[in-house]
């Protein structure tokens, strides 16, 4: 499968950003599917996850409350959803793909797909 992230670009504290990552082929529905962010001079870190039909989430703490993923099989996109967001969200933010019907998982290493990712800013 092949993601494209898009979405990202520069926002207030305490505004909002919907980030959409498409994906190509016929078997999405196959794929549990988790977003990631990688701020400069730092890790890539978890940040929501969701599995196959969209029925299981599970978010980092950081985020929980303010971001929300979803997916649309139909569409074969998945979104994050983000809100009162805050200058410590601003990062690079990577879709991801694991061939698992399985519950959401925030183990980067799982991921065998990723997106090239989209830039978000939160100016304070």
């Known amino acids: 499968v092949q993601l494209q992230a898009s979405g990202g670009g520069l926002v207030q504290a305490g505004g909002s950003l919907r980030l959409s990552c498409a994906a190509s082929?016929?078997?999405?529905?196959?794929?549990?599917m988790g977003w990631f962010r990688q701020a400069p001079g730092k890790v890539r870190e978890f940040v929501a996850a969701?599995?196959?039909?969209?029925?299981?989430?599970y978010y980092a703490d950081s985020v929980k409350g303010r971001f929300t993923i979803s997916r649309d099989n139909a569409k074969n996109t998945l979104y994050l959803q983000m809100n009162s967001l805050k200058p410590e969200d601003t990062a690079v933010y990577f879709c991801?793909?694991?061939?698992?019907?399985?519950?959401?998982?925030?183990?980067?290493?799982?991921?065998?797909?990723w997106g090239q990712g989209t830039l978000v800013t939160v100016s304070s």
């Open positions: 991801a793909a694991d061939r698992n019907l399985g519950v959401p998982t925030s183990v980067l290493q799982n991921y065998d797909y």
């Open positions: 969701i599995n196959w039909n969209g029925g299981n989430t």
């Open positions: 082929g016929r078997t999405f529905n196959m794929y549990r």
